[in-house]
């Protein structure tokens, strides 16, 4: 399996389209940087206020449309030129591969993620904040919205293993990540959309209780729930898949 | 006998179309078997089969005396392969996309350069394969399916797209690897002539159906000459030959002697004579392989 993950890190490593890892966290770099501090009050921390900004904007939009189109990326190489029937043909298992692909994507967000964390502290010293850098919540929202963003790869690979063209994954990625928007806001519909999970994972001003920013059982059904589903779904699709 | 590739009643259906059926392979060690077929007959779906790409509708596969089901990784570590065209990535170059598959099957970094020179591609080698003719995209197939060192290689018409000097490199390549290396090689063609001058044992498919499967010497044995009389009334000149116990066939309106001594020439001729009916040519006829392998695939569809 490692050998299968070298194999793979080396096929995406050599295509251009990696520098997309960077996208997301230049623009929370861009949005701390030159929008207008939010005040927050003398007696929250400086912090607070560009993760605020950055956050609604990355979560959002950036983190979904990012990990969805990084899902397509490792798939058009193989639909490409017959890539998944020399792939396959290879002493090689199918699940081997899907979880492959997969664990790749997922490592890849969780580097865009520490990318990110790197913006937010980027804009904080070059705002000269003074006050101490609150390192556990940072770490809280860094962390949630990565595993929040865990069942939408799946979707995404499974679309991206199904279409042969680059446009259909994203298409349906679109659809259902603008809607985020309203979707937080909404306290009813909110809890239960899958697409609203990484907003309000990295939420920094959600409860603090738990060791997310959101309910344990939400975090299990809903972001749980909807990854497996996805996983599963993909994961047989592929094995059924006519090469 | 211990058979490399060994199929039994293998079946593949597309909806209601039996694309293979019931296709029994039997391929000995260090043989070059030669895949023949039309387009459509079903060679890239029985190949696919056998490499586990696409699962059988029924049927099995035993591959160096394993079942493919149970033991598909054991098996594939020692097969190299070539389904139809050529696969690559088209954002890497030759070497890359060489290095691609050889962190999966893990053989040193070196056998890159032995597998570029084999195929004469090692000067394109840090080209992206994008650029390249459909020609060195198949060597570069090829270059793929050797890199393991494979016991057994299945190459889906290998040939396809080369020039002609390319052609014959590529033949000799094939076949000088028995010997080399001792490998078993599963060739698929559509051309007779491609597998006349490469294949040891020949397997002829169309329709899904295996029609032919011996060695290429026992091809050769229909390719045998035949005596062939043009004549007034061939139904009624025919049935007289085969009545008085004389091997004769009726084609086209003439009709085929296979006995082709004198004496028996004279005798038919004589006969027909007796019998009122007109000889127009009495010729000598040889039946290229083509003209077998078209027979065979037409005695298929009437039948
Ligand atoms: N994935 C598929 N779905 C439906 N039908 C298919 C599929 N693959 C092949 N077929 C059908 O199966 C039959 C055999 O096709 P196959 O590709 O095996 O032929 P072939 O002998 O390799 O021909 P060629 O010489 O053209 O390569 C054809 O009628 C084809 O239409
Ligand atoms: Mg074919």
């Not at chain 1, 994507?105 to 850098?133: M, S």
């Not at chain 2, 490499?51 to 005396?65: E, H, N």
């Not at chain 2, 094939?174 to 491609?194: A, C, D, Q, R, V």
Request: hydrophobic share 45%; aromatic share 10%.
């Amino acid at each position: 399996m490692l050998a299968i993950l070298q194999s793979e890190w080396f096929k995406l490593r050599k295509s251009k389209i990696i520098l997309i890892l960077f996208v997301g966290p230049l623009i929370g770099l861009f949005i701390g940087l030159t929008g207008n501090l939010i005040d927050v009050g003398e007696q929250m921390n400086q912090w607070y206020s560009p993760l605020f900004m950055m956050n609604f904007t990355y979560a959002t939009l950036f983190l979904p449309l990012i990990s969805g189109v990084l899902a397509s990326v490792i798939c058009r190489y193989e639909h490409q030129e017959g890539g998944w029937k020399q792939l396959l043909a290879l002493p090689v298992t199918r699940g081997k591969v899907f979880l492959t692909k997969y664990l790749l994507l997922v490592l890849l967000v969780l580097f865009i993620q520490i990318l990110y964390l790197g913006a937010i502290y980027a804009v904080g010293v070059i705002k000269g904040f003074t006050d101490p850098f609150p390192l556990t919540i940072v770490w809280k929202s860094i962390i949630g919205g990565w595993v929040a963003t865990m069942p939408l790869v799946a979707l995404q690979l499974w679309l991206s293993i199904l279409f042969k063209s680059f446009a259909a994954p994203f298409a349906v990625n679109v659809i259902f990540t603008l809607p985020t928007i309203l979707a937080v806001n909404s306290e009813r519909f909110g809890p239960y959309y899958p697409w609203a999970q990484p907003f309000s994972m990295m939420y920094v001003g959600g409860s603090t209780d738990d060791v997310f920013f959101i309910p344990w059982d939400q975090l299990l059904t809903v972001v749980g729930g909807s990854f497996l589903i996805f996983f599963l779904c993909g994961y047989i699709y592929f094995q059924r898949k006519p090469i | 006998m211990e058979y490399i590739i060994q199929t039994k009643n293998l079946s593949k259906k597309f909806g209601k179309e039996l694309a293979v059926n019931g296709v029994d392979i039997r391929i000995a060690k260090g043989e070059i078997y030669g895949f023949l077929g039309p387009n459509g007959a079903g060679k890239s779906t029985t190949i696919r089969m056998l490499l586990g790409l696409m699962k059988p509708t029924s049927g099995k596969v035993a591959i160096f005396g394993k079942d493919l089901k149970s033991e598909r990784i054991n098996i594939l570590k020692k097969v190299g392969s070539l389904v139809e065209n050529p696969s690559y990535y088209p954002h890497l170059t030759a070497k890359e996309n060489l290095e691609a598959i050889r962190k999966i099957v893990g053989v040193p970094k070196t056998r890159i350069d032995e597998v570029l020179k084999t195929v004469r591609l090692q000067d394109a080698a840090n080209k992206k394969v994008k650029g390249f003719s459909l020609g060195m995209k198949q060597r570069l197939g090829i270059a793929t399916a050797l890199l393991n060192k494979p016991e057994l290689l299945i190459l889906d018409e290998p040939t396809n797209g080369l020039d002609p000097s390319g052609i014959i490199e590529i033949r000799e390549l094939i076949k000088s690897l028995p010997e080399k290396y001792g490998m078993t090689i599963l060739i698929s063609s559509h051309l007779l002539s491609e597998i006349d001058q490469i294949a040891t044992t020949v397997g002829i498919i169309t329709k899904g159906k295996m029609i032919f499967q011996d060695s290429i010497e026992e091809m050769r044995m229909f390719a045998r000459q035949y005596i062939k009389l043009k004549v007034s009334q061939h139904e009624h000149a025919w049935r007289t030959l085969l009545a008085s116990g004389m091997k004769a066939e009726l084609e086209d309106g003439h009709i085929l002697l296979s006995d082709q001594t004198d004496q028996h020439v004279a005798e038919a001729v004589q006969l027909l004579v007796q019998q009122g009916i007109s000889i127009y040519r009495v010729e000598e006829d040889k039946k290229s392989l083509e003209d077998i392998f078209l027979q065979m695939t037409k005695e298929e569809l009437a039948g």
